[in-house]
């Protein structure tokens, strides 16, 4: 028997199911509660807006949720993922420059992402010890009268009324939500200091019925944007021989519902060929849009002062930029990092998890915000790094397009499957600086425009 009897899960998104998972090892109960009935697996939540858009898994966060839900993998390919090669199947340009194809040894499922979260659900609502009551409505925390210990949450039930849930811990994983600063300030307790960076992008999506050879031997395309061209463009292998292409811009470069936006990027990014074969192929479904206007990182990790039994997690800990695929990869580096933190005995539990979590984020919060400072769009002042980073990130992906170790390297790099530091080696160092004199600069003056930029 484990010596904590219940904890409660705020979300049934990636990030909540990954706790949960967690926490079926030290808890005898673990309740998770979403607000979102469950009852349509594969199918888009109103919970999460994103979920109609191509999603990535990169390639340490594939290997942690396998960790922390074996078989997943199994699951995913047997019901229909598409098993790919990340490089050797992939058409990837970072910053204007695409990678030399070539086998890296990066291998990923590509699917939806109601179809990855089902397969998550699959596995975590089957243990013995999780319970699920959807269409609840968390709302308030309860706890003792000097507020140092959470003891449970009050949700609102699917027929009106009101529950008291108990709970030794509770973990808040409701996405980007802010619940939890909330909860602390009622509490008494100081709300943490926030890294906020806007950057105002917006997607674009329609899933097709596509041939499967639509990108010849490719199963993933990827022009992301750049300076001097703000808008980009993924297309997806996706579940059971459908596809996904997702537009996505900065700012007044975002595409928009009607769909002109959306065709236009299309019709110029696509490779030869494909946006012909897009525009001729039966949609499976209109067009949806997303917006993502703000980064976000609260550092819980520098509050000393918190009630114990009380943890933000997920994307209410830290939100990206979505171009770069970091969601569900953070999600599964903080559930494993609350594994490590549980392992452990002691006091303030919440704290100790929040230092863990920090060290697993802080890579993918940089590389985020330090491409992001390279669009002119993002407003805001730039750190110093920046131009230093936009010289060096230029040589080094204009030596990716010609030289196969460092396109291997620089891929490995930017899914995770080696740290990112493996970017600054001393080999990789000489060859950016080798080629950063042959790179153009693409970034307009002044904040104008150039010639094949995404505008009408």
């Keep these: 028997m484990n010596a904590n009897p219940e904890a409660v899960v705020i979300g049934a998104g990636i990030g909540g199911l990954l706790a949960a998972s967690v926490l079926a090892d030290f808890y005898d109960t673990v309740t998770i509660i979403e607000r979102d009935r469950m009852n349509l ?3 888009v939540r109103p919970g999460v807006p994103q979920g109609s858009h191509i999603h990535g898994l990169l390639a340490q966060g594939h290997q942690v949720i396998e960790d922390l839900v074996p078989g997943f993998d199994e699951d995913l390919l047997t019901g229909g993922a598409v098993p790919v090669e990340f490089l050797s199947e992939t058409r990837v340009s970072y910053q204007g420059y695409t990678l030399l194809q070539s086998p890296a040894d990066i291998h990923v499922p590509f699917a939806s ?3 990855i979260e089902a397969r998550i659900a699959q596995k975590v609502l089957a243990l013995p010890n999780v319970r699920l009551l959807d269409g609840h409505t968390a709302q308030t925390l309860t706890a003792t009268p000097r507020g140092d210990q959470v003891t449970g949450i009050q949700v609102n039930t699917p027929d009106g009324g009101c529950a008291d849930v108990p709970a030794d811990l509770v973990v808040a994983a409701p996405g980007k939500a802010g619940h939890v600063p909330a909860w602390l300030h009622r509490l008494g307790c100081p709300r943490p200091p926030e890294s906020r960076m806007r950057i105002d992008v917006g997607y674009s999506s329609r899933h097709y019925k596509l041939p499967a050879d639509v990108l010849g031997k490719d199963r993933f395309f990827f022009d992301g944007p750049h300076a001097g061209r703000p808008c980009g463009l993924m297309i997806g292998a996706q579940e059971n021989g459908t596809w996904v292409v997702t537009a996505c811009g900065y700012g007044a470069h975002a595409p928009d519902r009607n769909g002109h936006d959306f065709r236009d990027v299309v019709a110029r990014l696509a490779p030869s060929g494909v946006a012909e074969c897009i525009a001729s192929s039966p949609a499976l479904d209109d067009i949806h849009t997303f ?3 703000v980064s976000v990182r609260r550092h819980y990790e520098r509050v000393n002062r918190m009630p114990e039994g009380l943890m933000a997690f997920g994307d209410a800990l830290c939100s990206y930029n979505p171009i770069y695929g970091g969601g569900m990869t953070s ?4 559930a494993r990092a609350l594994a490590l933190t549980l392992e452990e005995t002691g006091p303030r539990l919440p704290h100790r998890f929040y230092r863990r979590a920090a060290s697993s984020i802080t890579p993918l919060w940089t590389l985020s915000t330090t491409v992001d400072h390279l669009m002119p769009e993002v407003p805001g002042r730039r750190p110093c790094y920046v131009k230093v980073a936009e ?14 170790e460092t396109a291997r390297t620089v891929a490995r790099a930017l899914t995770f499957a080696a740290p990112l530091t493996r970017l600054i080696h001393p080999t990789l160092l000489a060859r950016a600086l080798h080629h950063r004199h042959d790179v153009p600069d693409l970034r307009p003056l002044n904040g104008g425009h150039v010639a094949g930029a995404c505008d009408d």
């Design 391 to 404: 010289s060096f990130l230029k040589g080094l992906m204009a030596a990716a397009e010609h030289d196969a």
């Design 291 to 293: 917006g993502f206007p």
């Design 41 to 43: 697996p594969d199918h």
């Design 113 to 115: 992402r109601p179809f």
């Design 331 to 334: 999600a599964a580096l903080q």
